[in-house]
């Protein structure tokens, strides 16, 4: 089986960055709110000296940000009745539109559009207003300017709302696409399971019945078959160790060599000891063959002559493998007669439904025909173009 190569089957979705944790924001703004305003007040003539209501107002603004996620919608009126009071009421001009200016930022990357629009329009005209009453000449460009500030923030926090609706819609697919791929894995670790234990099982089952038989007519046999239960045990309990290592989070997953086509021989010599005549006639060239297909070629060998030892009462069976080649590649044929009694009525189970899917992973079929007497397994396994298949 070949290695997983995607997330881990028990890791967890992507962490999403949400920007500066909440606190940090709130005790930066307030810092430099109450910092700056103090450093400005020192050097300016302001109508009311800052006392402890005007820093409370300072702090007030920073506080409403501490909402951002809870309850985003409290952020602006907060920051738009601190900043408002501090100002109408004459206190020292400094950087107490930080926290404005931020609310607007954060509401509107909140998705609370217009309560971010209706907000910025009420700084935008108290910046209107306070310039007109001012009679300073140069109101019409201060205007403009704050208007222009007020609209660029709330386009600011609307494109930090559709980054933030891209990287969400980005997560999602990866999430669908990773479970998708584990989804994939586990089916493929359960087909695996199914392959190795249910061949090794039957071989066993069959390898005790002719034991208990030799036990009594030919002690002399006896051992071949207690021989061959012994290896195809350990080396299924080898692989079913192996592949559910992977489903447990504190084991590493060190996949065994995927099994190739020089290892269909052992499984014919395994169907014979069953008491199966098995003909294998092999005309390929492994190397040339791609490890995908060698694989899926060897489990449907597997997986056929453990149901005709099982389930067919065939006294033999004929396993052929060719490869032809196209112009757009080659096709790889796995072909198995038995001359047991065909499927008859009965209903397909998971070894077939398992031979299936590999084909199908790699784009070929699998097709069940039947014989007088007996069934061919017909497998068809394209095989990647730019090699030479002869």
């Given at each position: ?39 400005s ?52 001009w ?18 609370l559009?217009?309560q ?64 998708a ?94 008491g199966?005549q ?28 453990t ?22 590649g ?61």
């Amino acid at each position: 089986m070949r290695p997983y190569q995607g997330p881990l089957l028990f890791e967890g979705p992507p962490r999403r960055f949400n920007g500066p944790p909440t606190a940090f924001i709130v005790i930066t703004v307030a810092v430099i709110q109450v910092v700056g305003t103090l450093f400005s007040a020192s050097h300016q003539e302001a109508g009311r000296p800052l006392d402890v209501f005007g820093i409370l107002l300072l702090l007030v603004g920073p506080a409403g940000l501490a909402f951002r996620k809870r309850s985003p919608e409290l952020m602006l009126p907060l920051a738009l009745v601190a900043t408002g009071m501090y100002l109408a009421w004459g206190y020292a001009w400094g950087p107490i539109v930080l926290s404005l200016a931020l609310a607007i930022v954060l509401t509107a990357a909140a998705g609370l559009r217009w309560q971010a629009w209706l907000g910025a329009a009420l700084a935008a005209a108290a910046v209107v207003a306070g310039a007109v009453m001012a009679g300073d000449d140069g109101w019409p460009f201060r205007a403009s300017a704050g208007v222009a500030w007020a609209a660029i923030l709330v386009i600011l926090g609307q494109g930090i709302r559709r980054r933030s609706e891209r990287f969400a819609e980005y997560r999602r697919r990866r999430e669908a696409a990773a479970k998708a791929e584990r989804d994939g894995y586990r089916l493929t670790l359960a087909r695996d399971i199914h392959d190795v234990v249910a061949h090794s099982l039957s071989m066993i089952n069959v390898q005790a019945s002719v034991a208990l038989h030799l036990g009594t007519e030919d002690p002399s046999k006896l051992r071949p078959a207690l021989e061959a239960i012994k290896t195809a045990s350990k080396e299924s309990l080898t692989e079913v160790r192996q592949l559910l290592g992977v489903l447990r989070e504190d084991v590493p997953f060190e996949p065994a060599a995927a099994p190739t086509l020089d290892r269909v021989a052992e499984v014919v010599k395994q169907a014979e000891l069953g008491g199966l005549q098995v003909r294998l006639d092999d005309e390929t060239d492994h190397s040339a063959i791609a490890p995908a297909q060698q694989e899926a070629a060897y489990r449907i060998i597997q997986e056929a002559l453990t149901n005709v030892g099982r389930h067919s009462g065939a006294q033999a069976a004929v396993v052929r493998l060719l490869v032809r080649n196209g112009t757009e590649g080659g096709l790889l044929t796995v072909q198995i007669d038995d001359d047991g009694a065909g499927m008859g009525l009965s209903v397909p189970g998971n070894g077939l439904t398992g031979m299936r899917e590999r084909a199908a992973a790699l784009g070929g079929t699998v097709t069940l025909d039947e014989l007088a007497p007996g069934l061919r397994v017909h497998a068809l396994l394209p095989l990647p173009a730019g090699r030479d298949h002869a």
